[in-house]
């Protein structure tokens, strides 16, 4: 008789296309990790005791579109973000997603590794450490908010360029041209 692991219940925040933010506890297995949990999902993901950003309503049960994820996090830091811990430092990236938005934050790229390459081989979602949201599509305004690491989901990134590091107001964007 083999002992199946136990699933265990966490909070997770998923910030959604059009500025939607949804939290609900969801059930993870021993040694899962936020980047792994969602990529092993095909299509949907369960939420229990959900609840939509301003509403004091939960929903007992909610499934979610994974295809709607912008990102993922675990706003009581109690699920790692991948499920080996970070060799050295990571790169510094911006990350430009559909309509606008630029993230900042770490990407777990090996020494004398390129971006395109780490993107080409990586998952459905990816680890961006510290993130920052420096852009919002709203306006394409400064916002500067902090997001604490995160899975990112690679189809909703348009470009990504490696940056140094820079002094919180210096952000700047790719040339074009």
């Known amino acids: 008789m083999s002992i199946t692991p136990r699933s265990e219940s966490r909070r997770l925040r998923f910030f959604l296309q059009e500025f939607r933010v949804l939290e609900g506890l969801v ?6 990790s936020l980047s792994s949990l969602l990529a092993s999902r095909k299509g949907y993901i369960s939420l229990t005791d959900a ?20 990102w993922a996090s675990a706003p ?18 911006e990350l430009q997603l559909e309509g606008g938005i630029i993230l900042q934050g770490g990407l777990p790229l090996a020494p004398r590794q390129r971006l395109g390459d ?3 081989s990586a998952g459905p979602f ?5 993130a920052v949201m420096l852009r919002s599509r709203h306006g394409g305004k400064p916002v500067g908010a902090e997001l ?11 470009a990504a360029w490696e940056t140094p590091q820079t002094a919180p107001d210096d952000h700047s964007e790719p040339a074009t041209g």
């Open 118 to 120: 780490y993107l080409e």
């Open 148 to 158: 604490g690491d995160i899975a990112l989901s690679q189809n909703k990134i348009e």
């Open 126 to 130: 990816i680890p961006l450490h510290a």
């Open 51 to 70: 609840r939509w950003s301003g509403s004091q309503h939960p929903l007992p049960h909610l499934v979610l579109r994974i295809e709607q994820i912008l």
């Open 27 to 32: 059930g993870l297995g021993a040694g899962a």
């Open 76 to 93: 009581g830091a109690d699920v790692p973000l991948v499920n080996a811990p970070l060799a050295g430092s990571p790169t510094q990236a």
